[in-house]
Antibody, heavy 119, light 107 residues
């Protein structure tokens, strides 16, 4: 059974940093593109970042480029999101999501971890 | 970035109704469109990808159609479990973008 479990969310002040983790199990992690998708309270979904394991190719949404860094450790079946220079508008539930093989759609999601940026 | 616009924003329906949600892209995305269902407090669930391909395990009452810039999600006979918010997502080109969502509520 595919499982994605996020951790690392919490309350952080504007300008602060936070590192999210996603532990994956139930599939060959290294073979799949992995993503972070976020959802602000009461709002819609926003794709944040993607990392392709085989090539190391990384993509970011413009809203986080230069502030967030996605990475992965295939030996630990883990995905990470380092978030720096956090802003109030980064407040959201952050989901770890797997890309369906061959497509840039998200077939498995974690339960999400809440990041709140507030003073 | 490609903008995705869904209509309506809210839809009131009854069990057994045929329901249709529309998603429009700001430029052609061929058939690279997905649909998700999300219930309160839960992660989204993939329903359809490549405009009309049903994800494994999704009931056949869900169907998708369209190409280019206009797409539809249809639920042929709405069931109690289908009251939720639905999102479209273009998977044509980075940066992947979602519609703003359509909430299907009880009439």
């Amino acid at each position: 059974e595919v499982q994605l479990v996020e951790s690392g969310g919490g309350l952080v002040q504007p300008g602060g940093s936070l590192r999210l983790s996603c532990a994956a199990s139930g599939f060959t992690f290294s073979s799949y593109r992995m993503n972070w998708v976020r959802q602000a309270p009461g709002k819609g979904l926003e794709w944040v970042s993607c990392i392709i394991g085989s090539t190391g190719t990384i993509y970011y949404a413009d809203s986080v480029k230069g502030r967030f860094t996605i990475s992965r450790d295939d030996a630990k079946n883990s995905l990470y999101l380092q978030m720096n220079s956090l802003r109030a508008e980064d407040t959201a539930v952050y989901y770890c999501a797997r890309s369906r093989d061959g497509y840039s759609v998200f077939d498995y999601w974690g339960q999400g971890t809440l990041v709140t940026v507030s003073s | 970035d490609i903008q995705m616009t869904q209509s309506p924003s809210t839809l009131s329906a009854s069990v057994g109704d045929r329901v249709t949600i529309t998603c429009r892209a700001s430029q052609s995305i061929s058939s690279w469109l997905a649909w998700y269902q999300q219930k309160p407090g839960k992660a989204p669930k993939l329903l359809i990808y490549k405009a009309s391909d049903l994800e494994t395990g999704v009931p056949s009452r869900f169907s998708g159609s369209g190409s280019g810039t206009e797409f539809t999600l249809t639920v042929s006979s709405l069931q109690p479990d289908d009251f939720a918010t639905y999102y479209c997502q273009q998977h044509n080109s980075y940066s992947w973008t979602f519609g703003q969502g359509t909430k299907v509520e009880v009439k």
